[in-house]
């Protein structure tokens, strides 16, 4: 019931974006970029999630974050990915999955342009996945382990409302 009431007022696809190009799940990118505006002490780190399709896991991975009270901004191709990197500047980090194969460098190196001194973490499902230019290393098997490597970097944000 919630759901039917809340998607027949209100439709992302509706809201218009001055770039254009604005993947369609990003609500707005002016609104995305007043989450991440640091001036505005939104103090919840907030990370671009490249990881292409059909990969089922996106979605888990998103959920396990998002419930740890960090902000993830999802792309769902390379060409998402290296959008985003130029769109969001305010985002603390990039967290590139594996499976982006030989385009992996390529995406890293954009978001390292854009973004000096910020991180960018592989999600690697083997040991033997590899990335050039990523700071950070951790198996997409193991949300715990993103999860202690992120609240390392970022600090955990749970503690921000004080619980």
Do not use: Y
């Not at 490249?50 to 979605?59: I, K, M, N």
């Not at 390529?106 to 033997?128: T, W």
Request: charged share 25%.
């Amino acid at each position: 019931m919630w759901g039917a009431r809340a998607s027949a007022s209100f439709s992302p696809r509706r809201i218009s974006c001055k770039h254009g190009g604005i993947p369609p799940q990003v609500e707005c990118c002016t609104r995305a970029s007043k989450l991440l505006d640091r001036k505005n002490a939104v103090p919840r780190p907030t990370f671009i999630m490249a990881e292409p399709e059909p990969e089922q896991a996106l979605s888990a991975r998103k959920l396990v974050l998002e419930t740890a009270k960090f902000n993830v901004i999802t792309a769902h191709s390379v060409r998402e990915a290296l959008a985003l990197c130029e769109q969001f500047p305010g985002v603390d980090a990039l967290i590139i999955h594996g499976s982006v194969g030989d385009d992996c460098g390529k995406v890293v190196a954009k978001f390292k342009d854009s973004h000096p001194n910020k991180s960018a973490i592989l999600l690697a499902p083997s040991a033997s996945t590899s990335c050039d230019g990523v700071d950070h290393q951790v198996s997409s098997h193991n949300p715990e382990e993103l999860l202690r490597l992120l609240r390392e970097l970022f600090g955990d944000p749970r503690s921000i409302d004080g619980r």
